[in-house]
């Protein structure tokens, strides 16, 4: 194939020069032999089944061309054939044509002798299409003289103009309809402006007092109307003065000697909600003083707790702690709470409930810091111990040449502060500290003084202590342990 420059589509594809394109037989490959109208198309389909099977690339118009050649070759050969006598069979019409009536059969022309006898043998009969069958038994075109009989010739124009004028008189019928429409909406929304005004009206003059004369003041008696009240507005009801209510010029009113006056009718007059309503300030008249003041309403304060009872629970708490029962030790603490309420030992059981929870991170540190201390040498005091193992179970380690076995839960306290101390020393977390002094506040024999020490570091590292120091002042937690616990009724 050639190259894009030099691509000729009539020559690659029908294999044609542009100039045999004007030629119709050579469009569809045929010779210059008799042709028939099987012929014709069966070479027209080939072509146009060629064309529409191609990829056309960058030359999808020379393909449209083409393909509109090789119709226009097979339209005009098949209209160029003399028609057969009895024949029904008519070529097709071109693309975008009305169908015509057809033709009356012109006579066969004499054909010329043949040079040379065709030893070919015939195409066989072909029958015709069943749709040609049923046009020669029921056409569906109007013979000529039918045309003629109803007023001429074809109707081809007319009928093209039909569907602009179809389309004309919808338009101009949809264009009435939307005039006829927005008639309609404007008169109703007339409607509706003209009733709201009604019903405007209506509530005005519902609104508005009743036009009656008014009372004539009693003879002597000081108006009751405030300064700068107009005197058409009705009194509202809180612009009523009192009957010690002094005159406009400050004197007392004289009492009437006449028979006292009808009391004069309230109006209260509504306002629309729309309008705010701005009603004149009433006349200030002096209250009189009471003998005495009224007393003020004082807010419950809150029952006082029993002491023994909070010390009691309290103090199994501190059992609990010392156990490191902590769930026994949040029981006895939820007792306090109750008992307190909001009372003002609240924040006494607040700082148990936070001592509570450092002593439990310390215990839940310390086994972690047993097992991180495998292999390694710490002094206790005097002594100097190796960390041999450390289980869920048990605790063993060597001191003097000698390896000591003790359960986990039986670690010294010593040598248990002394590794915890070191891990935490490691991490170098403030908070560490609450959990160190949380422990040696709650340990069976309490140091206070270790504790302070323990929290005050945790404060220089940014943690807040204010509660819990409020603990070392507890009576509960400066002396030894009981020795038999609380207890336990509720």
């Known amino acids: 194939m050639s190259s894009a420059s030099t691509f000729d589509p009539s020559r690659e594809w029908l294999g044609l020069d542009a100039v045999d394109l004007a030629d119709p037989r050579l469009v569809l490959g045929l010779s210059s032999g008799q042709l028939d109208s099987e012929t014709i198309i069966k070479a027209a389909d080939e072509r146009l089944a060629r064309l529409r099977g191609l990829d056309p690339g960058p030359f999808t118009v020379a393909r449209t061309a083409l393909v509109k050649r090789v119709e226009e070759s097979r339209d005009g050969l098949l209209a160029s054939l003399p028609a057969r006598p009895g024949s029904s069979f008519?070529?097709?019409?071109?693309?975008?044509?009305?169908?015509?009536?057809?033709?009356?059969?012109?006579?066969?022309?004499?054909?010329?002798?043949a040079a040379a006898p065709d030893r070919t043998p015939p195409p066989p009969p072909?029958?015709?299409?069943?749709?040609?069958?049923?046009?020669?038994e029921q056409p569906l075109v109007p013979a000529a003289a039918e045309l003629a009989s109803a007023g001429g010739g074809p109707r081809t124009a007319r009928t093209r103009r039909s569907p602009w004028l179809l389309t004309l008189v919808t338009l101009a019928a949809a264009a009435a309809a939307g005039i006829a429409f927005r008639g309609q909406l404007l008169s109703h929304r007339d409607r509706l402006i003209a009733l709201a005004r009604d019903q405007a009206e209506q509530i005005g003059e519902a609104i508005a007092p009743p036009a009656t004369p008014a009372a004539k003041p009693a003879p002597g008696a000081a108006p009751r109307l405030p300064l700068g009240t107009p005197q058409n507005r009705p009194r509202m009801v809180e612009e009523q003065p009192p009957v010690s209510a002094r005159g406009p010029s400050g004197e007392t009113p004289p009492e009437p000697t006449s028979p006292p006056t009808p009391e004069p009718i309230?109006?209260?007059?509504?306002?629309?909600?729309?309008?705010?309503?701005?009603?004149?300030?009433?006349?200030?008249?002096?209250?009189?003083?009471?003998?005495?003041?009224?007393?003020r309403p004082r807010s419950p304060r809150p029952a006082a707790t029993d002491a023994a009872r909070l010390d009691e629970f309290l103090a199994g708490a501190r059992v609990a702690l010392a156990a490191e029962d902590f769930a026994s030790a949040d029981d006895w603490l939820a007792r306090a709470r109750d008992a307190v309420g909001?009372?003002?030992?609240?924040?006494?059981?607040?700082?148990?409930?936070?001592?509570?929870?450092?002593?439990?991170?310390?215990?839940?540190?310390r086994g972690k810091?047993?097992?991180?201390?495998?292999?390694?040498?710490?002094?206790?005091?005097?002594?100097?111990?190796?960390?041999?193992?450390?289980?869920?179970?048990?605790?063993?380690?060597?001191?003097?040449?000698?390896?000591?076995?003790?359960?986990?839960?039986?670690?010294?306290?010593?040598?248990?502060?002394?590794?915890?101390?070191?891990?935490?020393?490691?991490?170098?977390?403030?908070?560490?500290?609450?959990?160190?002094?949380?422990?040696?506040?709650?340990?069976?024999?309490p140091d206070p003084a270790a504790a302070r020490n323990a929290w005050q570091s945790a404060q220089r590292g940014g943690e807040n202590v204010s509660l819990v120091m409020t603990l070392l002042e507890d009576p509960l937690l400066r002396g030894p342990l009981p020795r038999s616990g609380p207890s336990q009724r509720r």
Do not use: C
């Open 342 to 365: 909001d009372g003002p030992d609240g924040d006494r059981v607040a700082a148990w409930e936070q001592l509570t929870a450092h002593a439990r991170q310390f215990a839940s540190f």
């Open 126 to 136: 072909v029958p015709p299409p069943a749709a040609a069958a049923r046009s020669v």
């Open 369 to 445: 810091a047993l097992k991180a201390g495998m292999g390694s040498d710490f002094d206790v005091g005097k002594d100097r111990i190796s960390i041999v193992e450390v289980n869920d179970r048990m605790f063993i380690f060597r001191h003097k040449g000698e390896n000591i076995r003790l359960p986990i839960d039986e670690v010294p306290e010593a040598i248990a502060m002394t590794i915890t101390k070191q891990w935490f020393a490691g991490a170098g977390h403030a908070a560490n500290y609450l959990f160190i002094g949380a422990r040696y506040l709650t340990r069976p024999e």
């Open 90 to 113: 008519s070529p097709p019409p071109p693309p975008g044509a009305l169908a015509r009536p057809a033709s009356p059969a012109a006579p066969a022309a004499r054909r010329p002798p």
């Open 266 to 295: 309230s109006v209260t007059v509504p306002r629309p909600p729309s309008q705010p309503a701005n009603p004149p300030l009433p006349a200030v008249v002096p209250e009189p003083e009471p003998d005495s003041p009224a007393p």
